[in-house]
């Protein structure tokens, strides 16, 4: 499975910014993960082939996961930044359950985020 992942950029702290990461093929659930600097890899939301979705604590209710299964497309949507959500967003996807994991079998590339204050 290939992962083409776009969007990010810059934003100031209260905006919006939208990633999408398209897929090779479809997949049991894809994901989005952040690194930022100096920290290890975090889980930021998941959802399944059939729509369920998981989401980390910091970022229910400000950003939303979406995907797209004729189109094999994932989409984050993210509103209300803060500079804590500065990162690289890696798009991730597995073959199997479960999707609220680290363990995802296929990694895009990252894309950079940038929150100012």
């Known amino acids: 499975v290939q992962l083409q992942a776009s969007g990010g950029g810059l934003a100031q702290a209260g905006g919006s910014l939208r990633l999408s990461c398209a897929a090779s093929?479809?997949?049991?659930?894809m994901a989005w993960f952040r690194r930022s600097s100096g920290n290890d890899r975090e889980f930021v939301g998941a959802?399944?082939?059939?729509?369920?979705?998981y989401y980390e604590d910091s970022v229910k209710g400000r950003f939303t996961i979406s995907r797209d299964n004729a189109e094999n497309m994932l989409i984050l949507r993210m509103s209300n930044l803060k500079p804590d959500d500065t990162a690289v967003y890696y798009c991730?996807?597995?073959?199997?359950?479960?999707?609220?994991?680290?363990?995802?079998?296929?990694w895009g590339q990252g894309t950079l985020v940038t929150v100012s204050s």
């Open positions: 093929e479809r997949t049991f659930s």
């Open positions: 959802v399944t082939w059939n729509g369920f979705k």
């Open positions: 991730a996807a597995k073959l199997n359950p479960p999707a609220r994991s680290s363990e995802y079998d296929y």
